[in-house]
């Protein structure tokens, strides 16, 4: 057996190595030195300053949460434990068209509220940068710009078309971004704020990412009856431009539309433009209280509300019958609120996680005083329930989703594929006991089966709990080949 390369800090052994790539698991160890990866093979211990026994244990990539509105968490929880308790170790925020800069002087309205009061926001991103910086994270941050935030810092009216003069002014701010180190521009054209914005103002500004190689994210205009338009809406975008694009938390919302699936998935596999997407492990979905989303749900929960704080957690249907009033009357008594929505069909969820354009996210909301279970169980849901339980997916394939594939489209270098000279994002779990804990009811729950996490190769979860440290860093785009 060959000696420990050195100098190594930590030497994995024994572990099965599910390298991100979606080949075939291995029987190797992993050596450790400093932030990097020095060797994987079958290595002699003795002279590892370190040795973590994965005997019985998956070793892989630490997962990529590519769908966030992490954006003040990590400023104000920066151990990350929701995250890192899941073994996720990089997060990229700015989504559905909101972000925390650049923004400033302007009260935030929904769906910005998600992420704060008006005063947590930041007039640019070289400050937001600088207070992460400040802070230390736990785990690694790509930043995208908003959309939504863009039209807010602009605009003295967000139910209408910016003029040419407005989108200047946003392409401008898009520019300071991106030098600042962002990633690309999302959008959030479900929402009233952006909804407004024809086709041709999101191109002039999604055209302004080529020439920093940005990626387009986009929450489509509709997720509902017409969310196969919306889907052809957003690839013609990225043809267009030229700029890649995926489509948020893809889902056929409404019970009236569920199986749409079967059109949009071939409709996105079909794309001659880079065309991906994300999706959640849930039937639920979970935004700002609208009573758009209230008519085509199911089943309404509410997270949090600013006028009647004691009503979180609580059933709308009970709420209702408890005021002796309609749901329009309770929503307008509740607003400004969350809510969690049951409105989707499993088996669209589970054609969209088998397709091979599907990457992970939670699209957790940190804030919401009782939020949806899948900021804490997203990536243990899909292990535990979705693979092991279901046979939706291959360990192999799954783990490729929430790595390999999420670096390569996101432009995160040397990240998601455990490999020599490889940034040392590790995650280090049971393959027969990983499974999500969260639920609608007890929501902040850390999942079991996580064992050990490292960022950059510093240890941020062990024996249950963070360790506080926080080794995190800005991840910029590069472009990065299978």
């Known amino acids: ?54 005997d019985g244990r998956v070793v892989a990539p630490g997962f990529i949460d590519v769908h966030t509105h992490d ?26 068209g909101i972000s925390l800069a650049p923004l400033s002087g302007v009260a935030p309205i929904p769906p910005l509220n998600l992420l704060g009061s008006q005063d947590m926001f930041f007039a640019d991103f070289p400050a ?70 024809p086709t041709e103002e999101i ?3 999604v055209h302004r990412l080529a020439r920093f190689n940005g990626i387009h994210t986009t929450h489509m205009r509709n997720e509902k009856d017409g969310v196969v338009d919306s889907v052809r809406e957003t690839i013609s975008i990225g043809e267009v431009t030229g700029v890649p694009v995926v489509i948020s938390h893809h889902k056929c919302s409404g019970r009236a539309n569920w199986g749409q699936t079967a059109q949009t998935l071939p409709l996105i596999a079909s794309a001659t433009h880079p065309v991906a997407l994300d999706v959640y492990p849930y039937t639920a979905s979970s935004t700002v209280l609208l009573e758009d989303h209230v008519r085509s749900a199911e089943r309404v929960l509410v997270t949090w509300s600013e006028s009647e704080p004691s009503q979180a957690g ?34 669209d969820l589970e054609r969209i996680i088998r397709t091979s354009e599907a990457m992970i996210g939670s699209d957790g909301l940190p804030h919401d005083a009782v939020p949806h279970p899948r900021l804490w169980g997203t990536f243990p849901r899909v292990l535990g329930r979705f693979v092991r339980s279901r046979g939706w997916l291959s360990l192999e394939a799954a783990v490729h989703r929430m790595t390999g594939k999420s670096a390569r489209v996101f432009g995160l270098a040397k990240r998601g594929v ?10 280090v779990f049971d393959p027969e006991t990983v499974l999500d804990i969260a639920t609608y009811s007890e929501p902040k729950a850390p999942a079991v089966g996580i064992e050990t996490v490292l960022v950059n190769g510093t240890v941020v979860w062990a024996n249950g709990a963070a360790t506080g440290a926080r080794p995190g860093r800005k991840l910029t785009r590069e472009r990065v080949v299978d």
Not at 322 to 346: H, K, M, N
Not at 418 to 427: K, P, Q, Y
Request: charged share 20%; glycine share 8%; hydrophobic share 45%.
């Open 71 to 96: 954006d003040r968490a990590v400023l104000a929880s920066p151990e990350m434990t929701p995250k890192v308790s899941q073994g996720v170790t990089s997060v990229v925020t700015g989504n559905c």
């Open 1 to 54: 057996m060959p000696a420990t390369p050195r100098p190594c800090d930590l030497l994995i052994r024994n572990g099965t190595v599910v390298d991100g790539t979606g080949q075939d698991a291995r029987r190797i160890d992993v050596a450790i030195a400093g932030d990097k990866i020095v060797g994987l093979g079958r290595y002699d211990a003795s002279a590892a300053d370190r040795v973590i026994d994965a």
């Open 203 to 205: 191109v002039a500004l």
């Open 128 to 197: 937001y940068f600088d207070a992460l910086s400040d802070v230390g994270v736990a785990v690694n941050v790509a930043a995208q710009v908003g959309h939504t935030t863009l039209r807010a810092r602009t605009m003295d009216r967000l139910d209408r078309a910016a003029t040419e003069r407005e989108i200047a002014g946003m392409a401008e701010a898009l520019d300071d971004a991106m030098v600042a180190g962002c990633i690309g521009l999302s959008t959030g054209l479900a929402y009233p704020p952006a909804n407004a914005a």
């Open 314 to 347: 609580r059933d709308l249907a009970e709420i209702c019958s408890d005021w002796g009033c309609t749901v329009s009357e309770a929503v307008t008594r509740l607003l400004p609120a969350g809510a969690i929505y049951f409105q989707l069909d499993e088996a």
């Open 418 to 427: 455990l490999a020599v000279g490889n940034f040392a994002d590790v995650v």
